[in-house]
């Protein structure tokens, strides 16, 4: 099983849906992160969460939020899904050094 | 403010033709700076994580090196495998977030 899991891999959903993207680790780390992708941009962070009790917003978290269920566990919603919200979509979970295990992804496509 | 740049944004080489990739940096501490490996459509794949200038790590074809400002990434007579956008990161005292790169995409024609 991959260190970080997230579900599901691909999606399609129309304008004004609401959808959830999962993602749950067993790296047993505090730290867990929502990063959005789009071509030419780099990695752009939404959420993060550095244990159960705190989330923080990151630079784009306008449109979206996040649960942190359990130490594993943490999810990200779209209300109101819009089409500019199409992008590829990471998770990914950290230990205090800093470095990042990343999940395979999820490919948005809001039409 | 920590700030990465990555130079160039895309770089074509002939198999078995050495070059380097770079990143310049900006932070008010370094903590580590991360390169990683991105594959079309899959997530970063983690390669190397430097702590203080002149360090040095190795994997494969691969080989980091860090300075006080940036870091490049040596890549020694590469194979169309790793054709993959890599991008930086960087770790500084109070920030407890990377702060990442645009990435270079690096394409390897046999």
């Known amino acids: 099983?991959?260190?970080?899991?997230?579900?599901?891999?691909?999606?399609?959903?129309?304008?004004?849906?609401?959808?959830?993207?999962?993602?749950?680790?067993?790296?047993?780390?505090?730290?867990?992160?929502?990063?959005?992708?789009?071509?030419?941009?780099?990695?752009?962070?939404?959420?993060?969460?550095?244990?159960?009790?705190?989330?923080?917003?990151g630079e784009i978290s306008d449109g979206y939020s996040v649960s942190r269920q359990a130490q594993a566990k943490f999810s990200l919603s779209l209300e109101s899904a819009i089409p500019n919200q199409t992008a590829l979509y990471f998770c990914a979970t950290s230990d205090l050094t800093g470095g990042y295990t990343?999940?395979?992804?999820?490919?948005?496509?809001?039409? | 403010e920590d700030q990465v740049t990555q130079s160039p944004e895309a770089l074509r080489l002939q198999e078995g033709e050495s070059s380097s990739l770079n990143c310049s940096y900006t932070v008010s501490g370094l903590r580590g700076l991360f390169w990683y490996r991105q594959d079309p459509g899959k997530g970063p794949e983690f390669l190397f994580t430097l702590?203080?200038?002149?360090?040095?790590?190795?994997?494969?074809?691969?080989?980091?090196?860090?300075?006080k400002k940036?870091?490049?990434?040596?890549?020694?007579?590469?194979?169309p495998e790793d054709s993959a956008t890599y991008l930086c990161a960087?770790?500084?005292?109070?920030?407890?977030?990377?702060?990442?790169?645009?990435?270079?995409?690096?394409?390897?024609?046999?």
């Not at chain 1, 505090?30 to 780099?42: E, F, H, K, N, V």
């Not at chain 1, 992804?105 to 809001?110: I, N, Q, S, Y």
Request: hydrophobic residues 30%; positive net charge.
């Open chain 2, 70 to 79: 940036e870091s490049f990434l040596h890549i020694t007579a590469p194979k």
């Open chain 2, 51 to 67: 702590y203080s200038a002149g360090e040095e790590k190795e994997k494969e074809r691969l080989k980091a090196t860090l300075t």
């Open chain 1, 102 to 111: 990343f999940g395979s992804g999820t490919r948005l496509t809001v039409v």
């Open chain 1, 1 to 57: 099983d991959a260190d970080v899991t997230q579900t599901p891999r691909n999606r399609i959903t129309k304008t004004g849906k609401r959808i959830m993207l999962e993602c749950s680790q067993t790296k047993g780390h505090d730290r867990m992160y929502w990063y959005r992708q789009d071509p030419g941009l780099g990695l752009q962070l939404i959420y993060y969460s550095f244990d159960v009790k705190d989330i923080n917003k």
């Open chain 2, 90 to 110: 960087v770790l500084s005292f109070g920030n407890e977030k990377l702060t990442f790169g645009t990435g270079t995409r690096l394409t390897i024609i046999p």
